[in-house]
């Protein structure tokens, strides 16, 4: 038998498994700045905006045109001397807060942030529940009383 089959499969996994764990870097030569410093800033504010029609990527790594638009955009708002908190205002303004990879702390944004651990502590509560009282289940029952002797012994006679 030989290795070659296996060894084969498990390169081209590992080349395939390294190609998919790089960064699309969508950024086109015409779309960087010359001033280094802007285009760092630009390049974390495009990191950190959805791109809207891939929706799972950043704008920074989408080939969409509208991700481009939005990159182009950015770039032309840093230019103007926009902040980073105006340009994301602007952004978010005009597309919503879904246009955030990772939304901001407001009342209409809470549901996301706090569902997951309140369902977490549900589930804890209900697991230690039925925890324990399958544990006061699981205990040697009480002996019967003198009454209930009498009953139990009047029920097995009559058959």
Known sequence: ??????LLAFLLSLVVGLCLTVPAGAVQPDEV????ALEGRARALSAGLRCLVC????ID???APLAKDLRVLVRERLKAGDSDEEIIDFVVSR???FVLLKPRLLPQ???LWFATPLVLLVALGVILFSYRRRKALAKSPKPLTANEKRRLKRLVNED
């Open 1 to 6: 038998m030989t290795t070659r089959g296996p």
């Open 109 to 111: 944004t809470w549901a």
């Open 33 to 36: 700045l010359d001033d280094p």
């Open 95 to 97: 597309y919503g807060e």
């Open 55 to 58: 929706q799972n990527q950043s």
């Open 61 to 63: 790594d989408s080939d």
